[in-house]
C-alpha cells in the first residue's frame, strides 16, 4: 500500500478539500507506485495564499542574518540527507544517482550563498545632487510568493527559488510538478526542522491548470517565479499581465555545441555526450544541436557514434547505467512523434536509435535510446523545436561565420557551447552568441549556483535566477532621500 501525502498549509500537514488523490510512478518501473499525492483545487490555494500572508508580516520583521542563520542549518540538513535525496529524486524522475547528487548538491551550494547574503543585501549610497542631501537604496521584500517548478530538477530548481524568497524576507505557495512531488516533500520538511516559521512555507500539489493556475490569478500572490516550458510560460505571463503582476520565466531551450575543425575532437565528443544524453537529453540546457565545421565532421561523427553505442540505459539507481528512462509515457511519445518527423525531413539522416528502449528490465519504464540525425538544416523543424529527449542533430557548416548564423537561428536563447584551440574564435563566439550562457570548450550544462542563469529571446523574460541577480527578482528597490537642510531644496531646479 502506497504512502498518502499531504499538503503543507499553515505548518500542518493537511488533506486536500477534494479528498482526492493521484498516484505517482517510478518512470523506470511504470507499475511501482512511489506515492499518492493530494489532487487539490482552488480553496487550498486560497488557504495557503492567506497563510503566507499572515506569516509575511512576522517573516519580514526577522533580520537577514537571522533569516541566513535558518537557511544555514537547512544547507547543513541537506548535506546530512544528500544521499537519501538523491535516491528519491532518481526514482521520482529516472536520471542517475550521479545526476540526481548534482541536483541536490546545487540546492547545498544555493543555500549557503543565500545564506550569507543575509549579511549582504546590499544596496547603494550615492551622492545626491543637492547639498545636505543623502541618497540611497534598500531592498523590500515583495510579498507573498508564487513558486511553480518542473519535474527535471527536483531539488535544484525549487531551491533556486526559495532561498533568495526567504532571504529576502518573502512568504511562499509552492506547487512542484506533479512527477517529482516527493522530493518537495522533503525539501519541505528541511526547511521547518530548519526553523522556517508556520506559514512562511506552504505546499500544494496538484495539477497546473487548477493549482498552478489558481496561484499565478491569486489576489494575495504578488510574484509568479516559474520554470517550465515557454508555451506555460507565456500563459503565464499574459496572465501576470492582465494583474500587472511580477513575473519571472524560465523557460525552454534548443541549445547548441559549435565544432571548429581545429578542436580537441575527443574532448567536444565527451562535451557533447553528456549535453546531449545527461539526465536522458532533458534538461533546459541539453545539447539538441552540434553545429561541426565540414573539415571535422566524419571524425566527430565517427567518435560520437562509437562512444554513444556504448552507453548503457537502465534504472537510474544502478550503479552501472549512464542514461535512465525518460519522465512519463506522453514524453516518450513525444520524442518518438519527433523522431518520425526527423525521418521524414529533407535530407535529415538517422544515424542512430530513433526507437524506444524496451529489452530486459528496461520492458518496465519509459526508455528511449539515444539518437543521432546528421545533415542537417537550420529550417528542420528538429532544428528549431525542443523535442526535450535524448536526439540531437548533426548539422555541417563551412565556417566560423555560417556556425554564428546557425546557432543563432533558433527562437530560443538559453547556454551555447564552442570548442576551438583559437582564442580569437572563442572571444569572437561569446560576443556573437545571443543566449545567456556561453561556454568555451566545456558542454551546454554546467551552471553554477553562484552565476546568473537564465537566457534571451523565448527562454526568458528579461530577469536571471541564482547568484546575486536572483535577489532583484524576489526584492523590490526603495529609494531614500535624507534632507539634513532644513529647507525645502528643489532636485533639478536649485542649481547652486
Ligand atoms: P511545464 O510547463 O509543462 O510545467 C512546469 C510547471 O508548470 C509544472 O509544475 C506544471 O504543473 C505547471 N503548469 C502547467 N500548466 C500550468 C498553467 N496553465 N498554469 C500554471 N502552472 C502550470 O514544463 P515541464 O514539462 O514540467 O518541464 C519541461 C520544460 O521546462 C522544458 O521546456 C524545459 O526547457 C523547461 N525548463 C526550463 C529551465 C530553465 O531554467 N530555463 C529549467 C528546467 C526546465
Request: charged share 25%.
Amino acid at each position: 500500500m502506497a504512502t498518502k501525502f499531504k499538503n503543507f498549509i499553515n505548518g500542518k500537514w493537511v488533506e486536500p478539500d477534494s479528498g482526492k488523490y493521484f498516484e505517482n510512478i517510478n518512470p523506470a518501473s511504470k507499475t511501482e507506485v512511489l506515492g499518492v499525492f493530494p489532487r487539490s483545487e482552488s480553496s487550498d490555494v486560497e488557504k495557503a495564499a492567506q497563510a503566507a500572508e499572515n506569516a509575511f508580516e512576522k517573516w519580514k520583521e526577522v533580520p537577514a542574518p537571522k533569516r541566513g542563520e535558518i537557511i544555514l542549518k537547512a544547507a547543513q540538513l541537506l548535506i546530512e540527507k544528500k544521499e537519501e535525496l538523491a535516491r528519491i529524486a532518481t526514482r521520482e524522475m529516472g536520471k542517475i544517482l550521479m545526476e540526481t547528487r548534482g541536483d541536490v548538491q546545487e540546492g547545498i551550494d544555493t543555500a549557503i550563498y543565500m545564506a550569507g547574503e543575509g549579511r549582504r543585501l546590499f544596496g547603494q549610497t550615492t551622492p545626491s545632487e543637492l547639498r545636505n542631501k543623502f541618497a540611497m537604496t534598500v531592498r523590500a521584500p515583495v510579498g507573498v510568493v508564487g513558486i511553480i517548478t518542473p519535474w527535471n530538477f527536483p531539488v535544484a530548481i525549487p531551491t533556486w527559488k526559495i532561498f533568495p524568497a526567504l532571504i529576502c524576507g518573502n512568504s511562499i505557495v509552492f506547487k512542484p510538478a506533479t512527477d517529482t512531488p516527493e522530493s518537495a516533500i522533503r525539501l519541505v520538511e528541511i526547511l521547518t526542522e530548519a526553523g522556517i516559521p508556520d506559514g512562511v512555507i506552504n505546499l500544494i500539489f496538484g495539477s497546473g491548470s487548477d493549482v498552478g493556475k489558481a496561484i499565478i490569478t491569486h489576489p494575495k500572490i504578488n510574484l509568479i517565479s516559474f520554470t517550465g516550458s515557454s508555451e506555460t510560460g507565456r500563459f503565464i505571463a499574459s496572465e501576470c499581465g492582465k494583474r500587472l503582476k511580477k513575473c519571472a520565466l524560465e523557460m525552454g531551450g534548443k541549445n547548441a555545441q559549435i565544432i571548429i575543425d581545429d578542436a580537441d575532437l575527443d574532448l567536444a565528443v565527451d562535451g557533447a555526450l553528456w549535453g546531449a544524453f545527461g539526465t536522458t537529453g532533458q534538461r533546459c540546457t541539453a545539447t539538441s544541436r552540434l553545429i561541426v565545421h565540414k573539415k571535422a565532421l566524419d571524425d566527430f561523427s565517427h567518435k560520437l557514434l562509437e562512444r554513444t553505442k556504448k552507453i548503457i540505459i537502465g534504472n537510474g539507481l544502478d550503479q552501472d547505467t549512464q542514461m535512465g528512462p525518460l519522465i512519463n509515457e506522453p514524453q516518450r511519445e513525444k520524442v518518438h512523434n519527433y523522431v518520425g518527423i526527423g525521418k521524414n525531413e529533407d535530407k535529415a539522416e538517422l544515424l542512430m536509435g530513433g526507437e524506444p528502449h524496451a529489452e530486459g528490465k528496461c520492458s518496465q519504464g519509459f526508455f528511449y535510446k539515444p539518437t543521432i540525425f546528421t545533415n542537417g538544416n537550420p529550417g528542420m523543424r528538429i532544428a528549431q523545436e525542443e523535442i526535450f529527449g535524448p536526439v540531437v542533430l548533426i548539422m555541417p557548416v563551412k565556417d566560423f561565420d555560417e556556425a554564428i548564423k546557425v546557432i543563432n537561428n533558433t527562437q530560443y536563447g538559453l547556454s551555447s557551447s564552442i570548442y576551438t584551440k583559437d582564442l580569437n574564435l572563442a572571444f569572437k563566439a561569446v560576443e556573437k552568441i545571443q543566449s545567456g550562457i556561453v561556454y568555451v570548450n566545456s558542454p551546454t550544462i554546467g551552471a553554477e549556483s553562484h552565476l546568473p542563469f537564465g537566457g534571451v529571446k523565448d527562454t526568458g523574460n528579461g530577469h536571471r535566477e541564482a547568484g546575486v541577480t536572483a535577489i532583484d527578482i524576489f526584492s523590490e528597490w526603495k529609494t531614500v532621500y535624507i534632507d539634513y537642510s532644513g529647507r525645502l531644496q528643489k532636485a533639478q531646479i536649485d542649481t547652486e
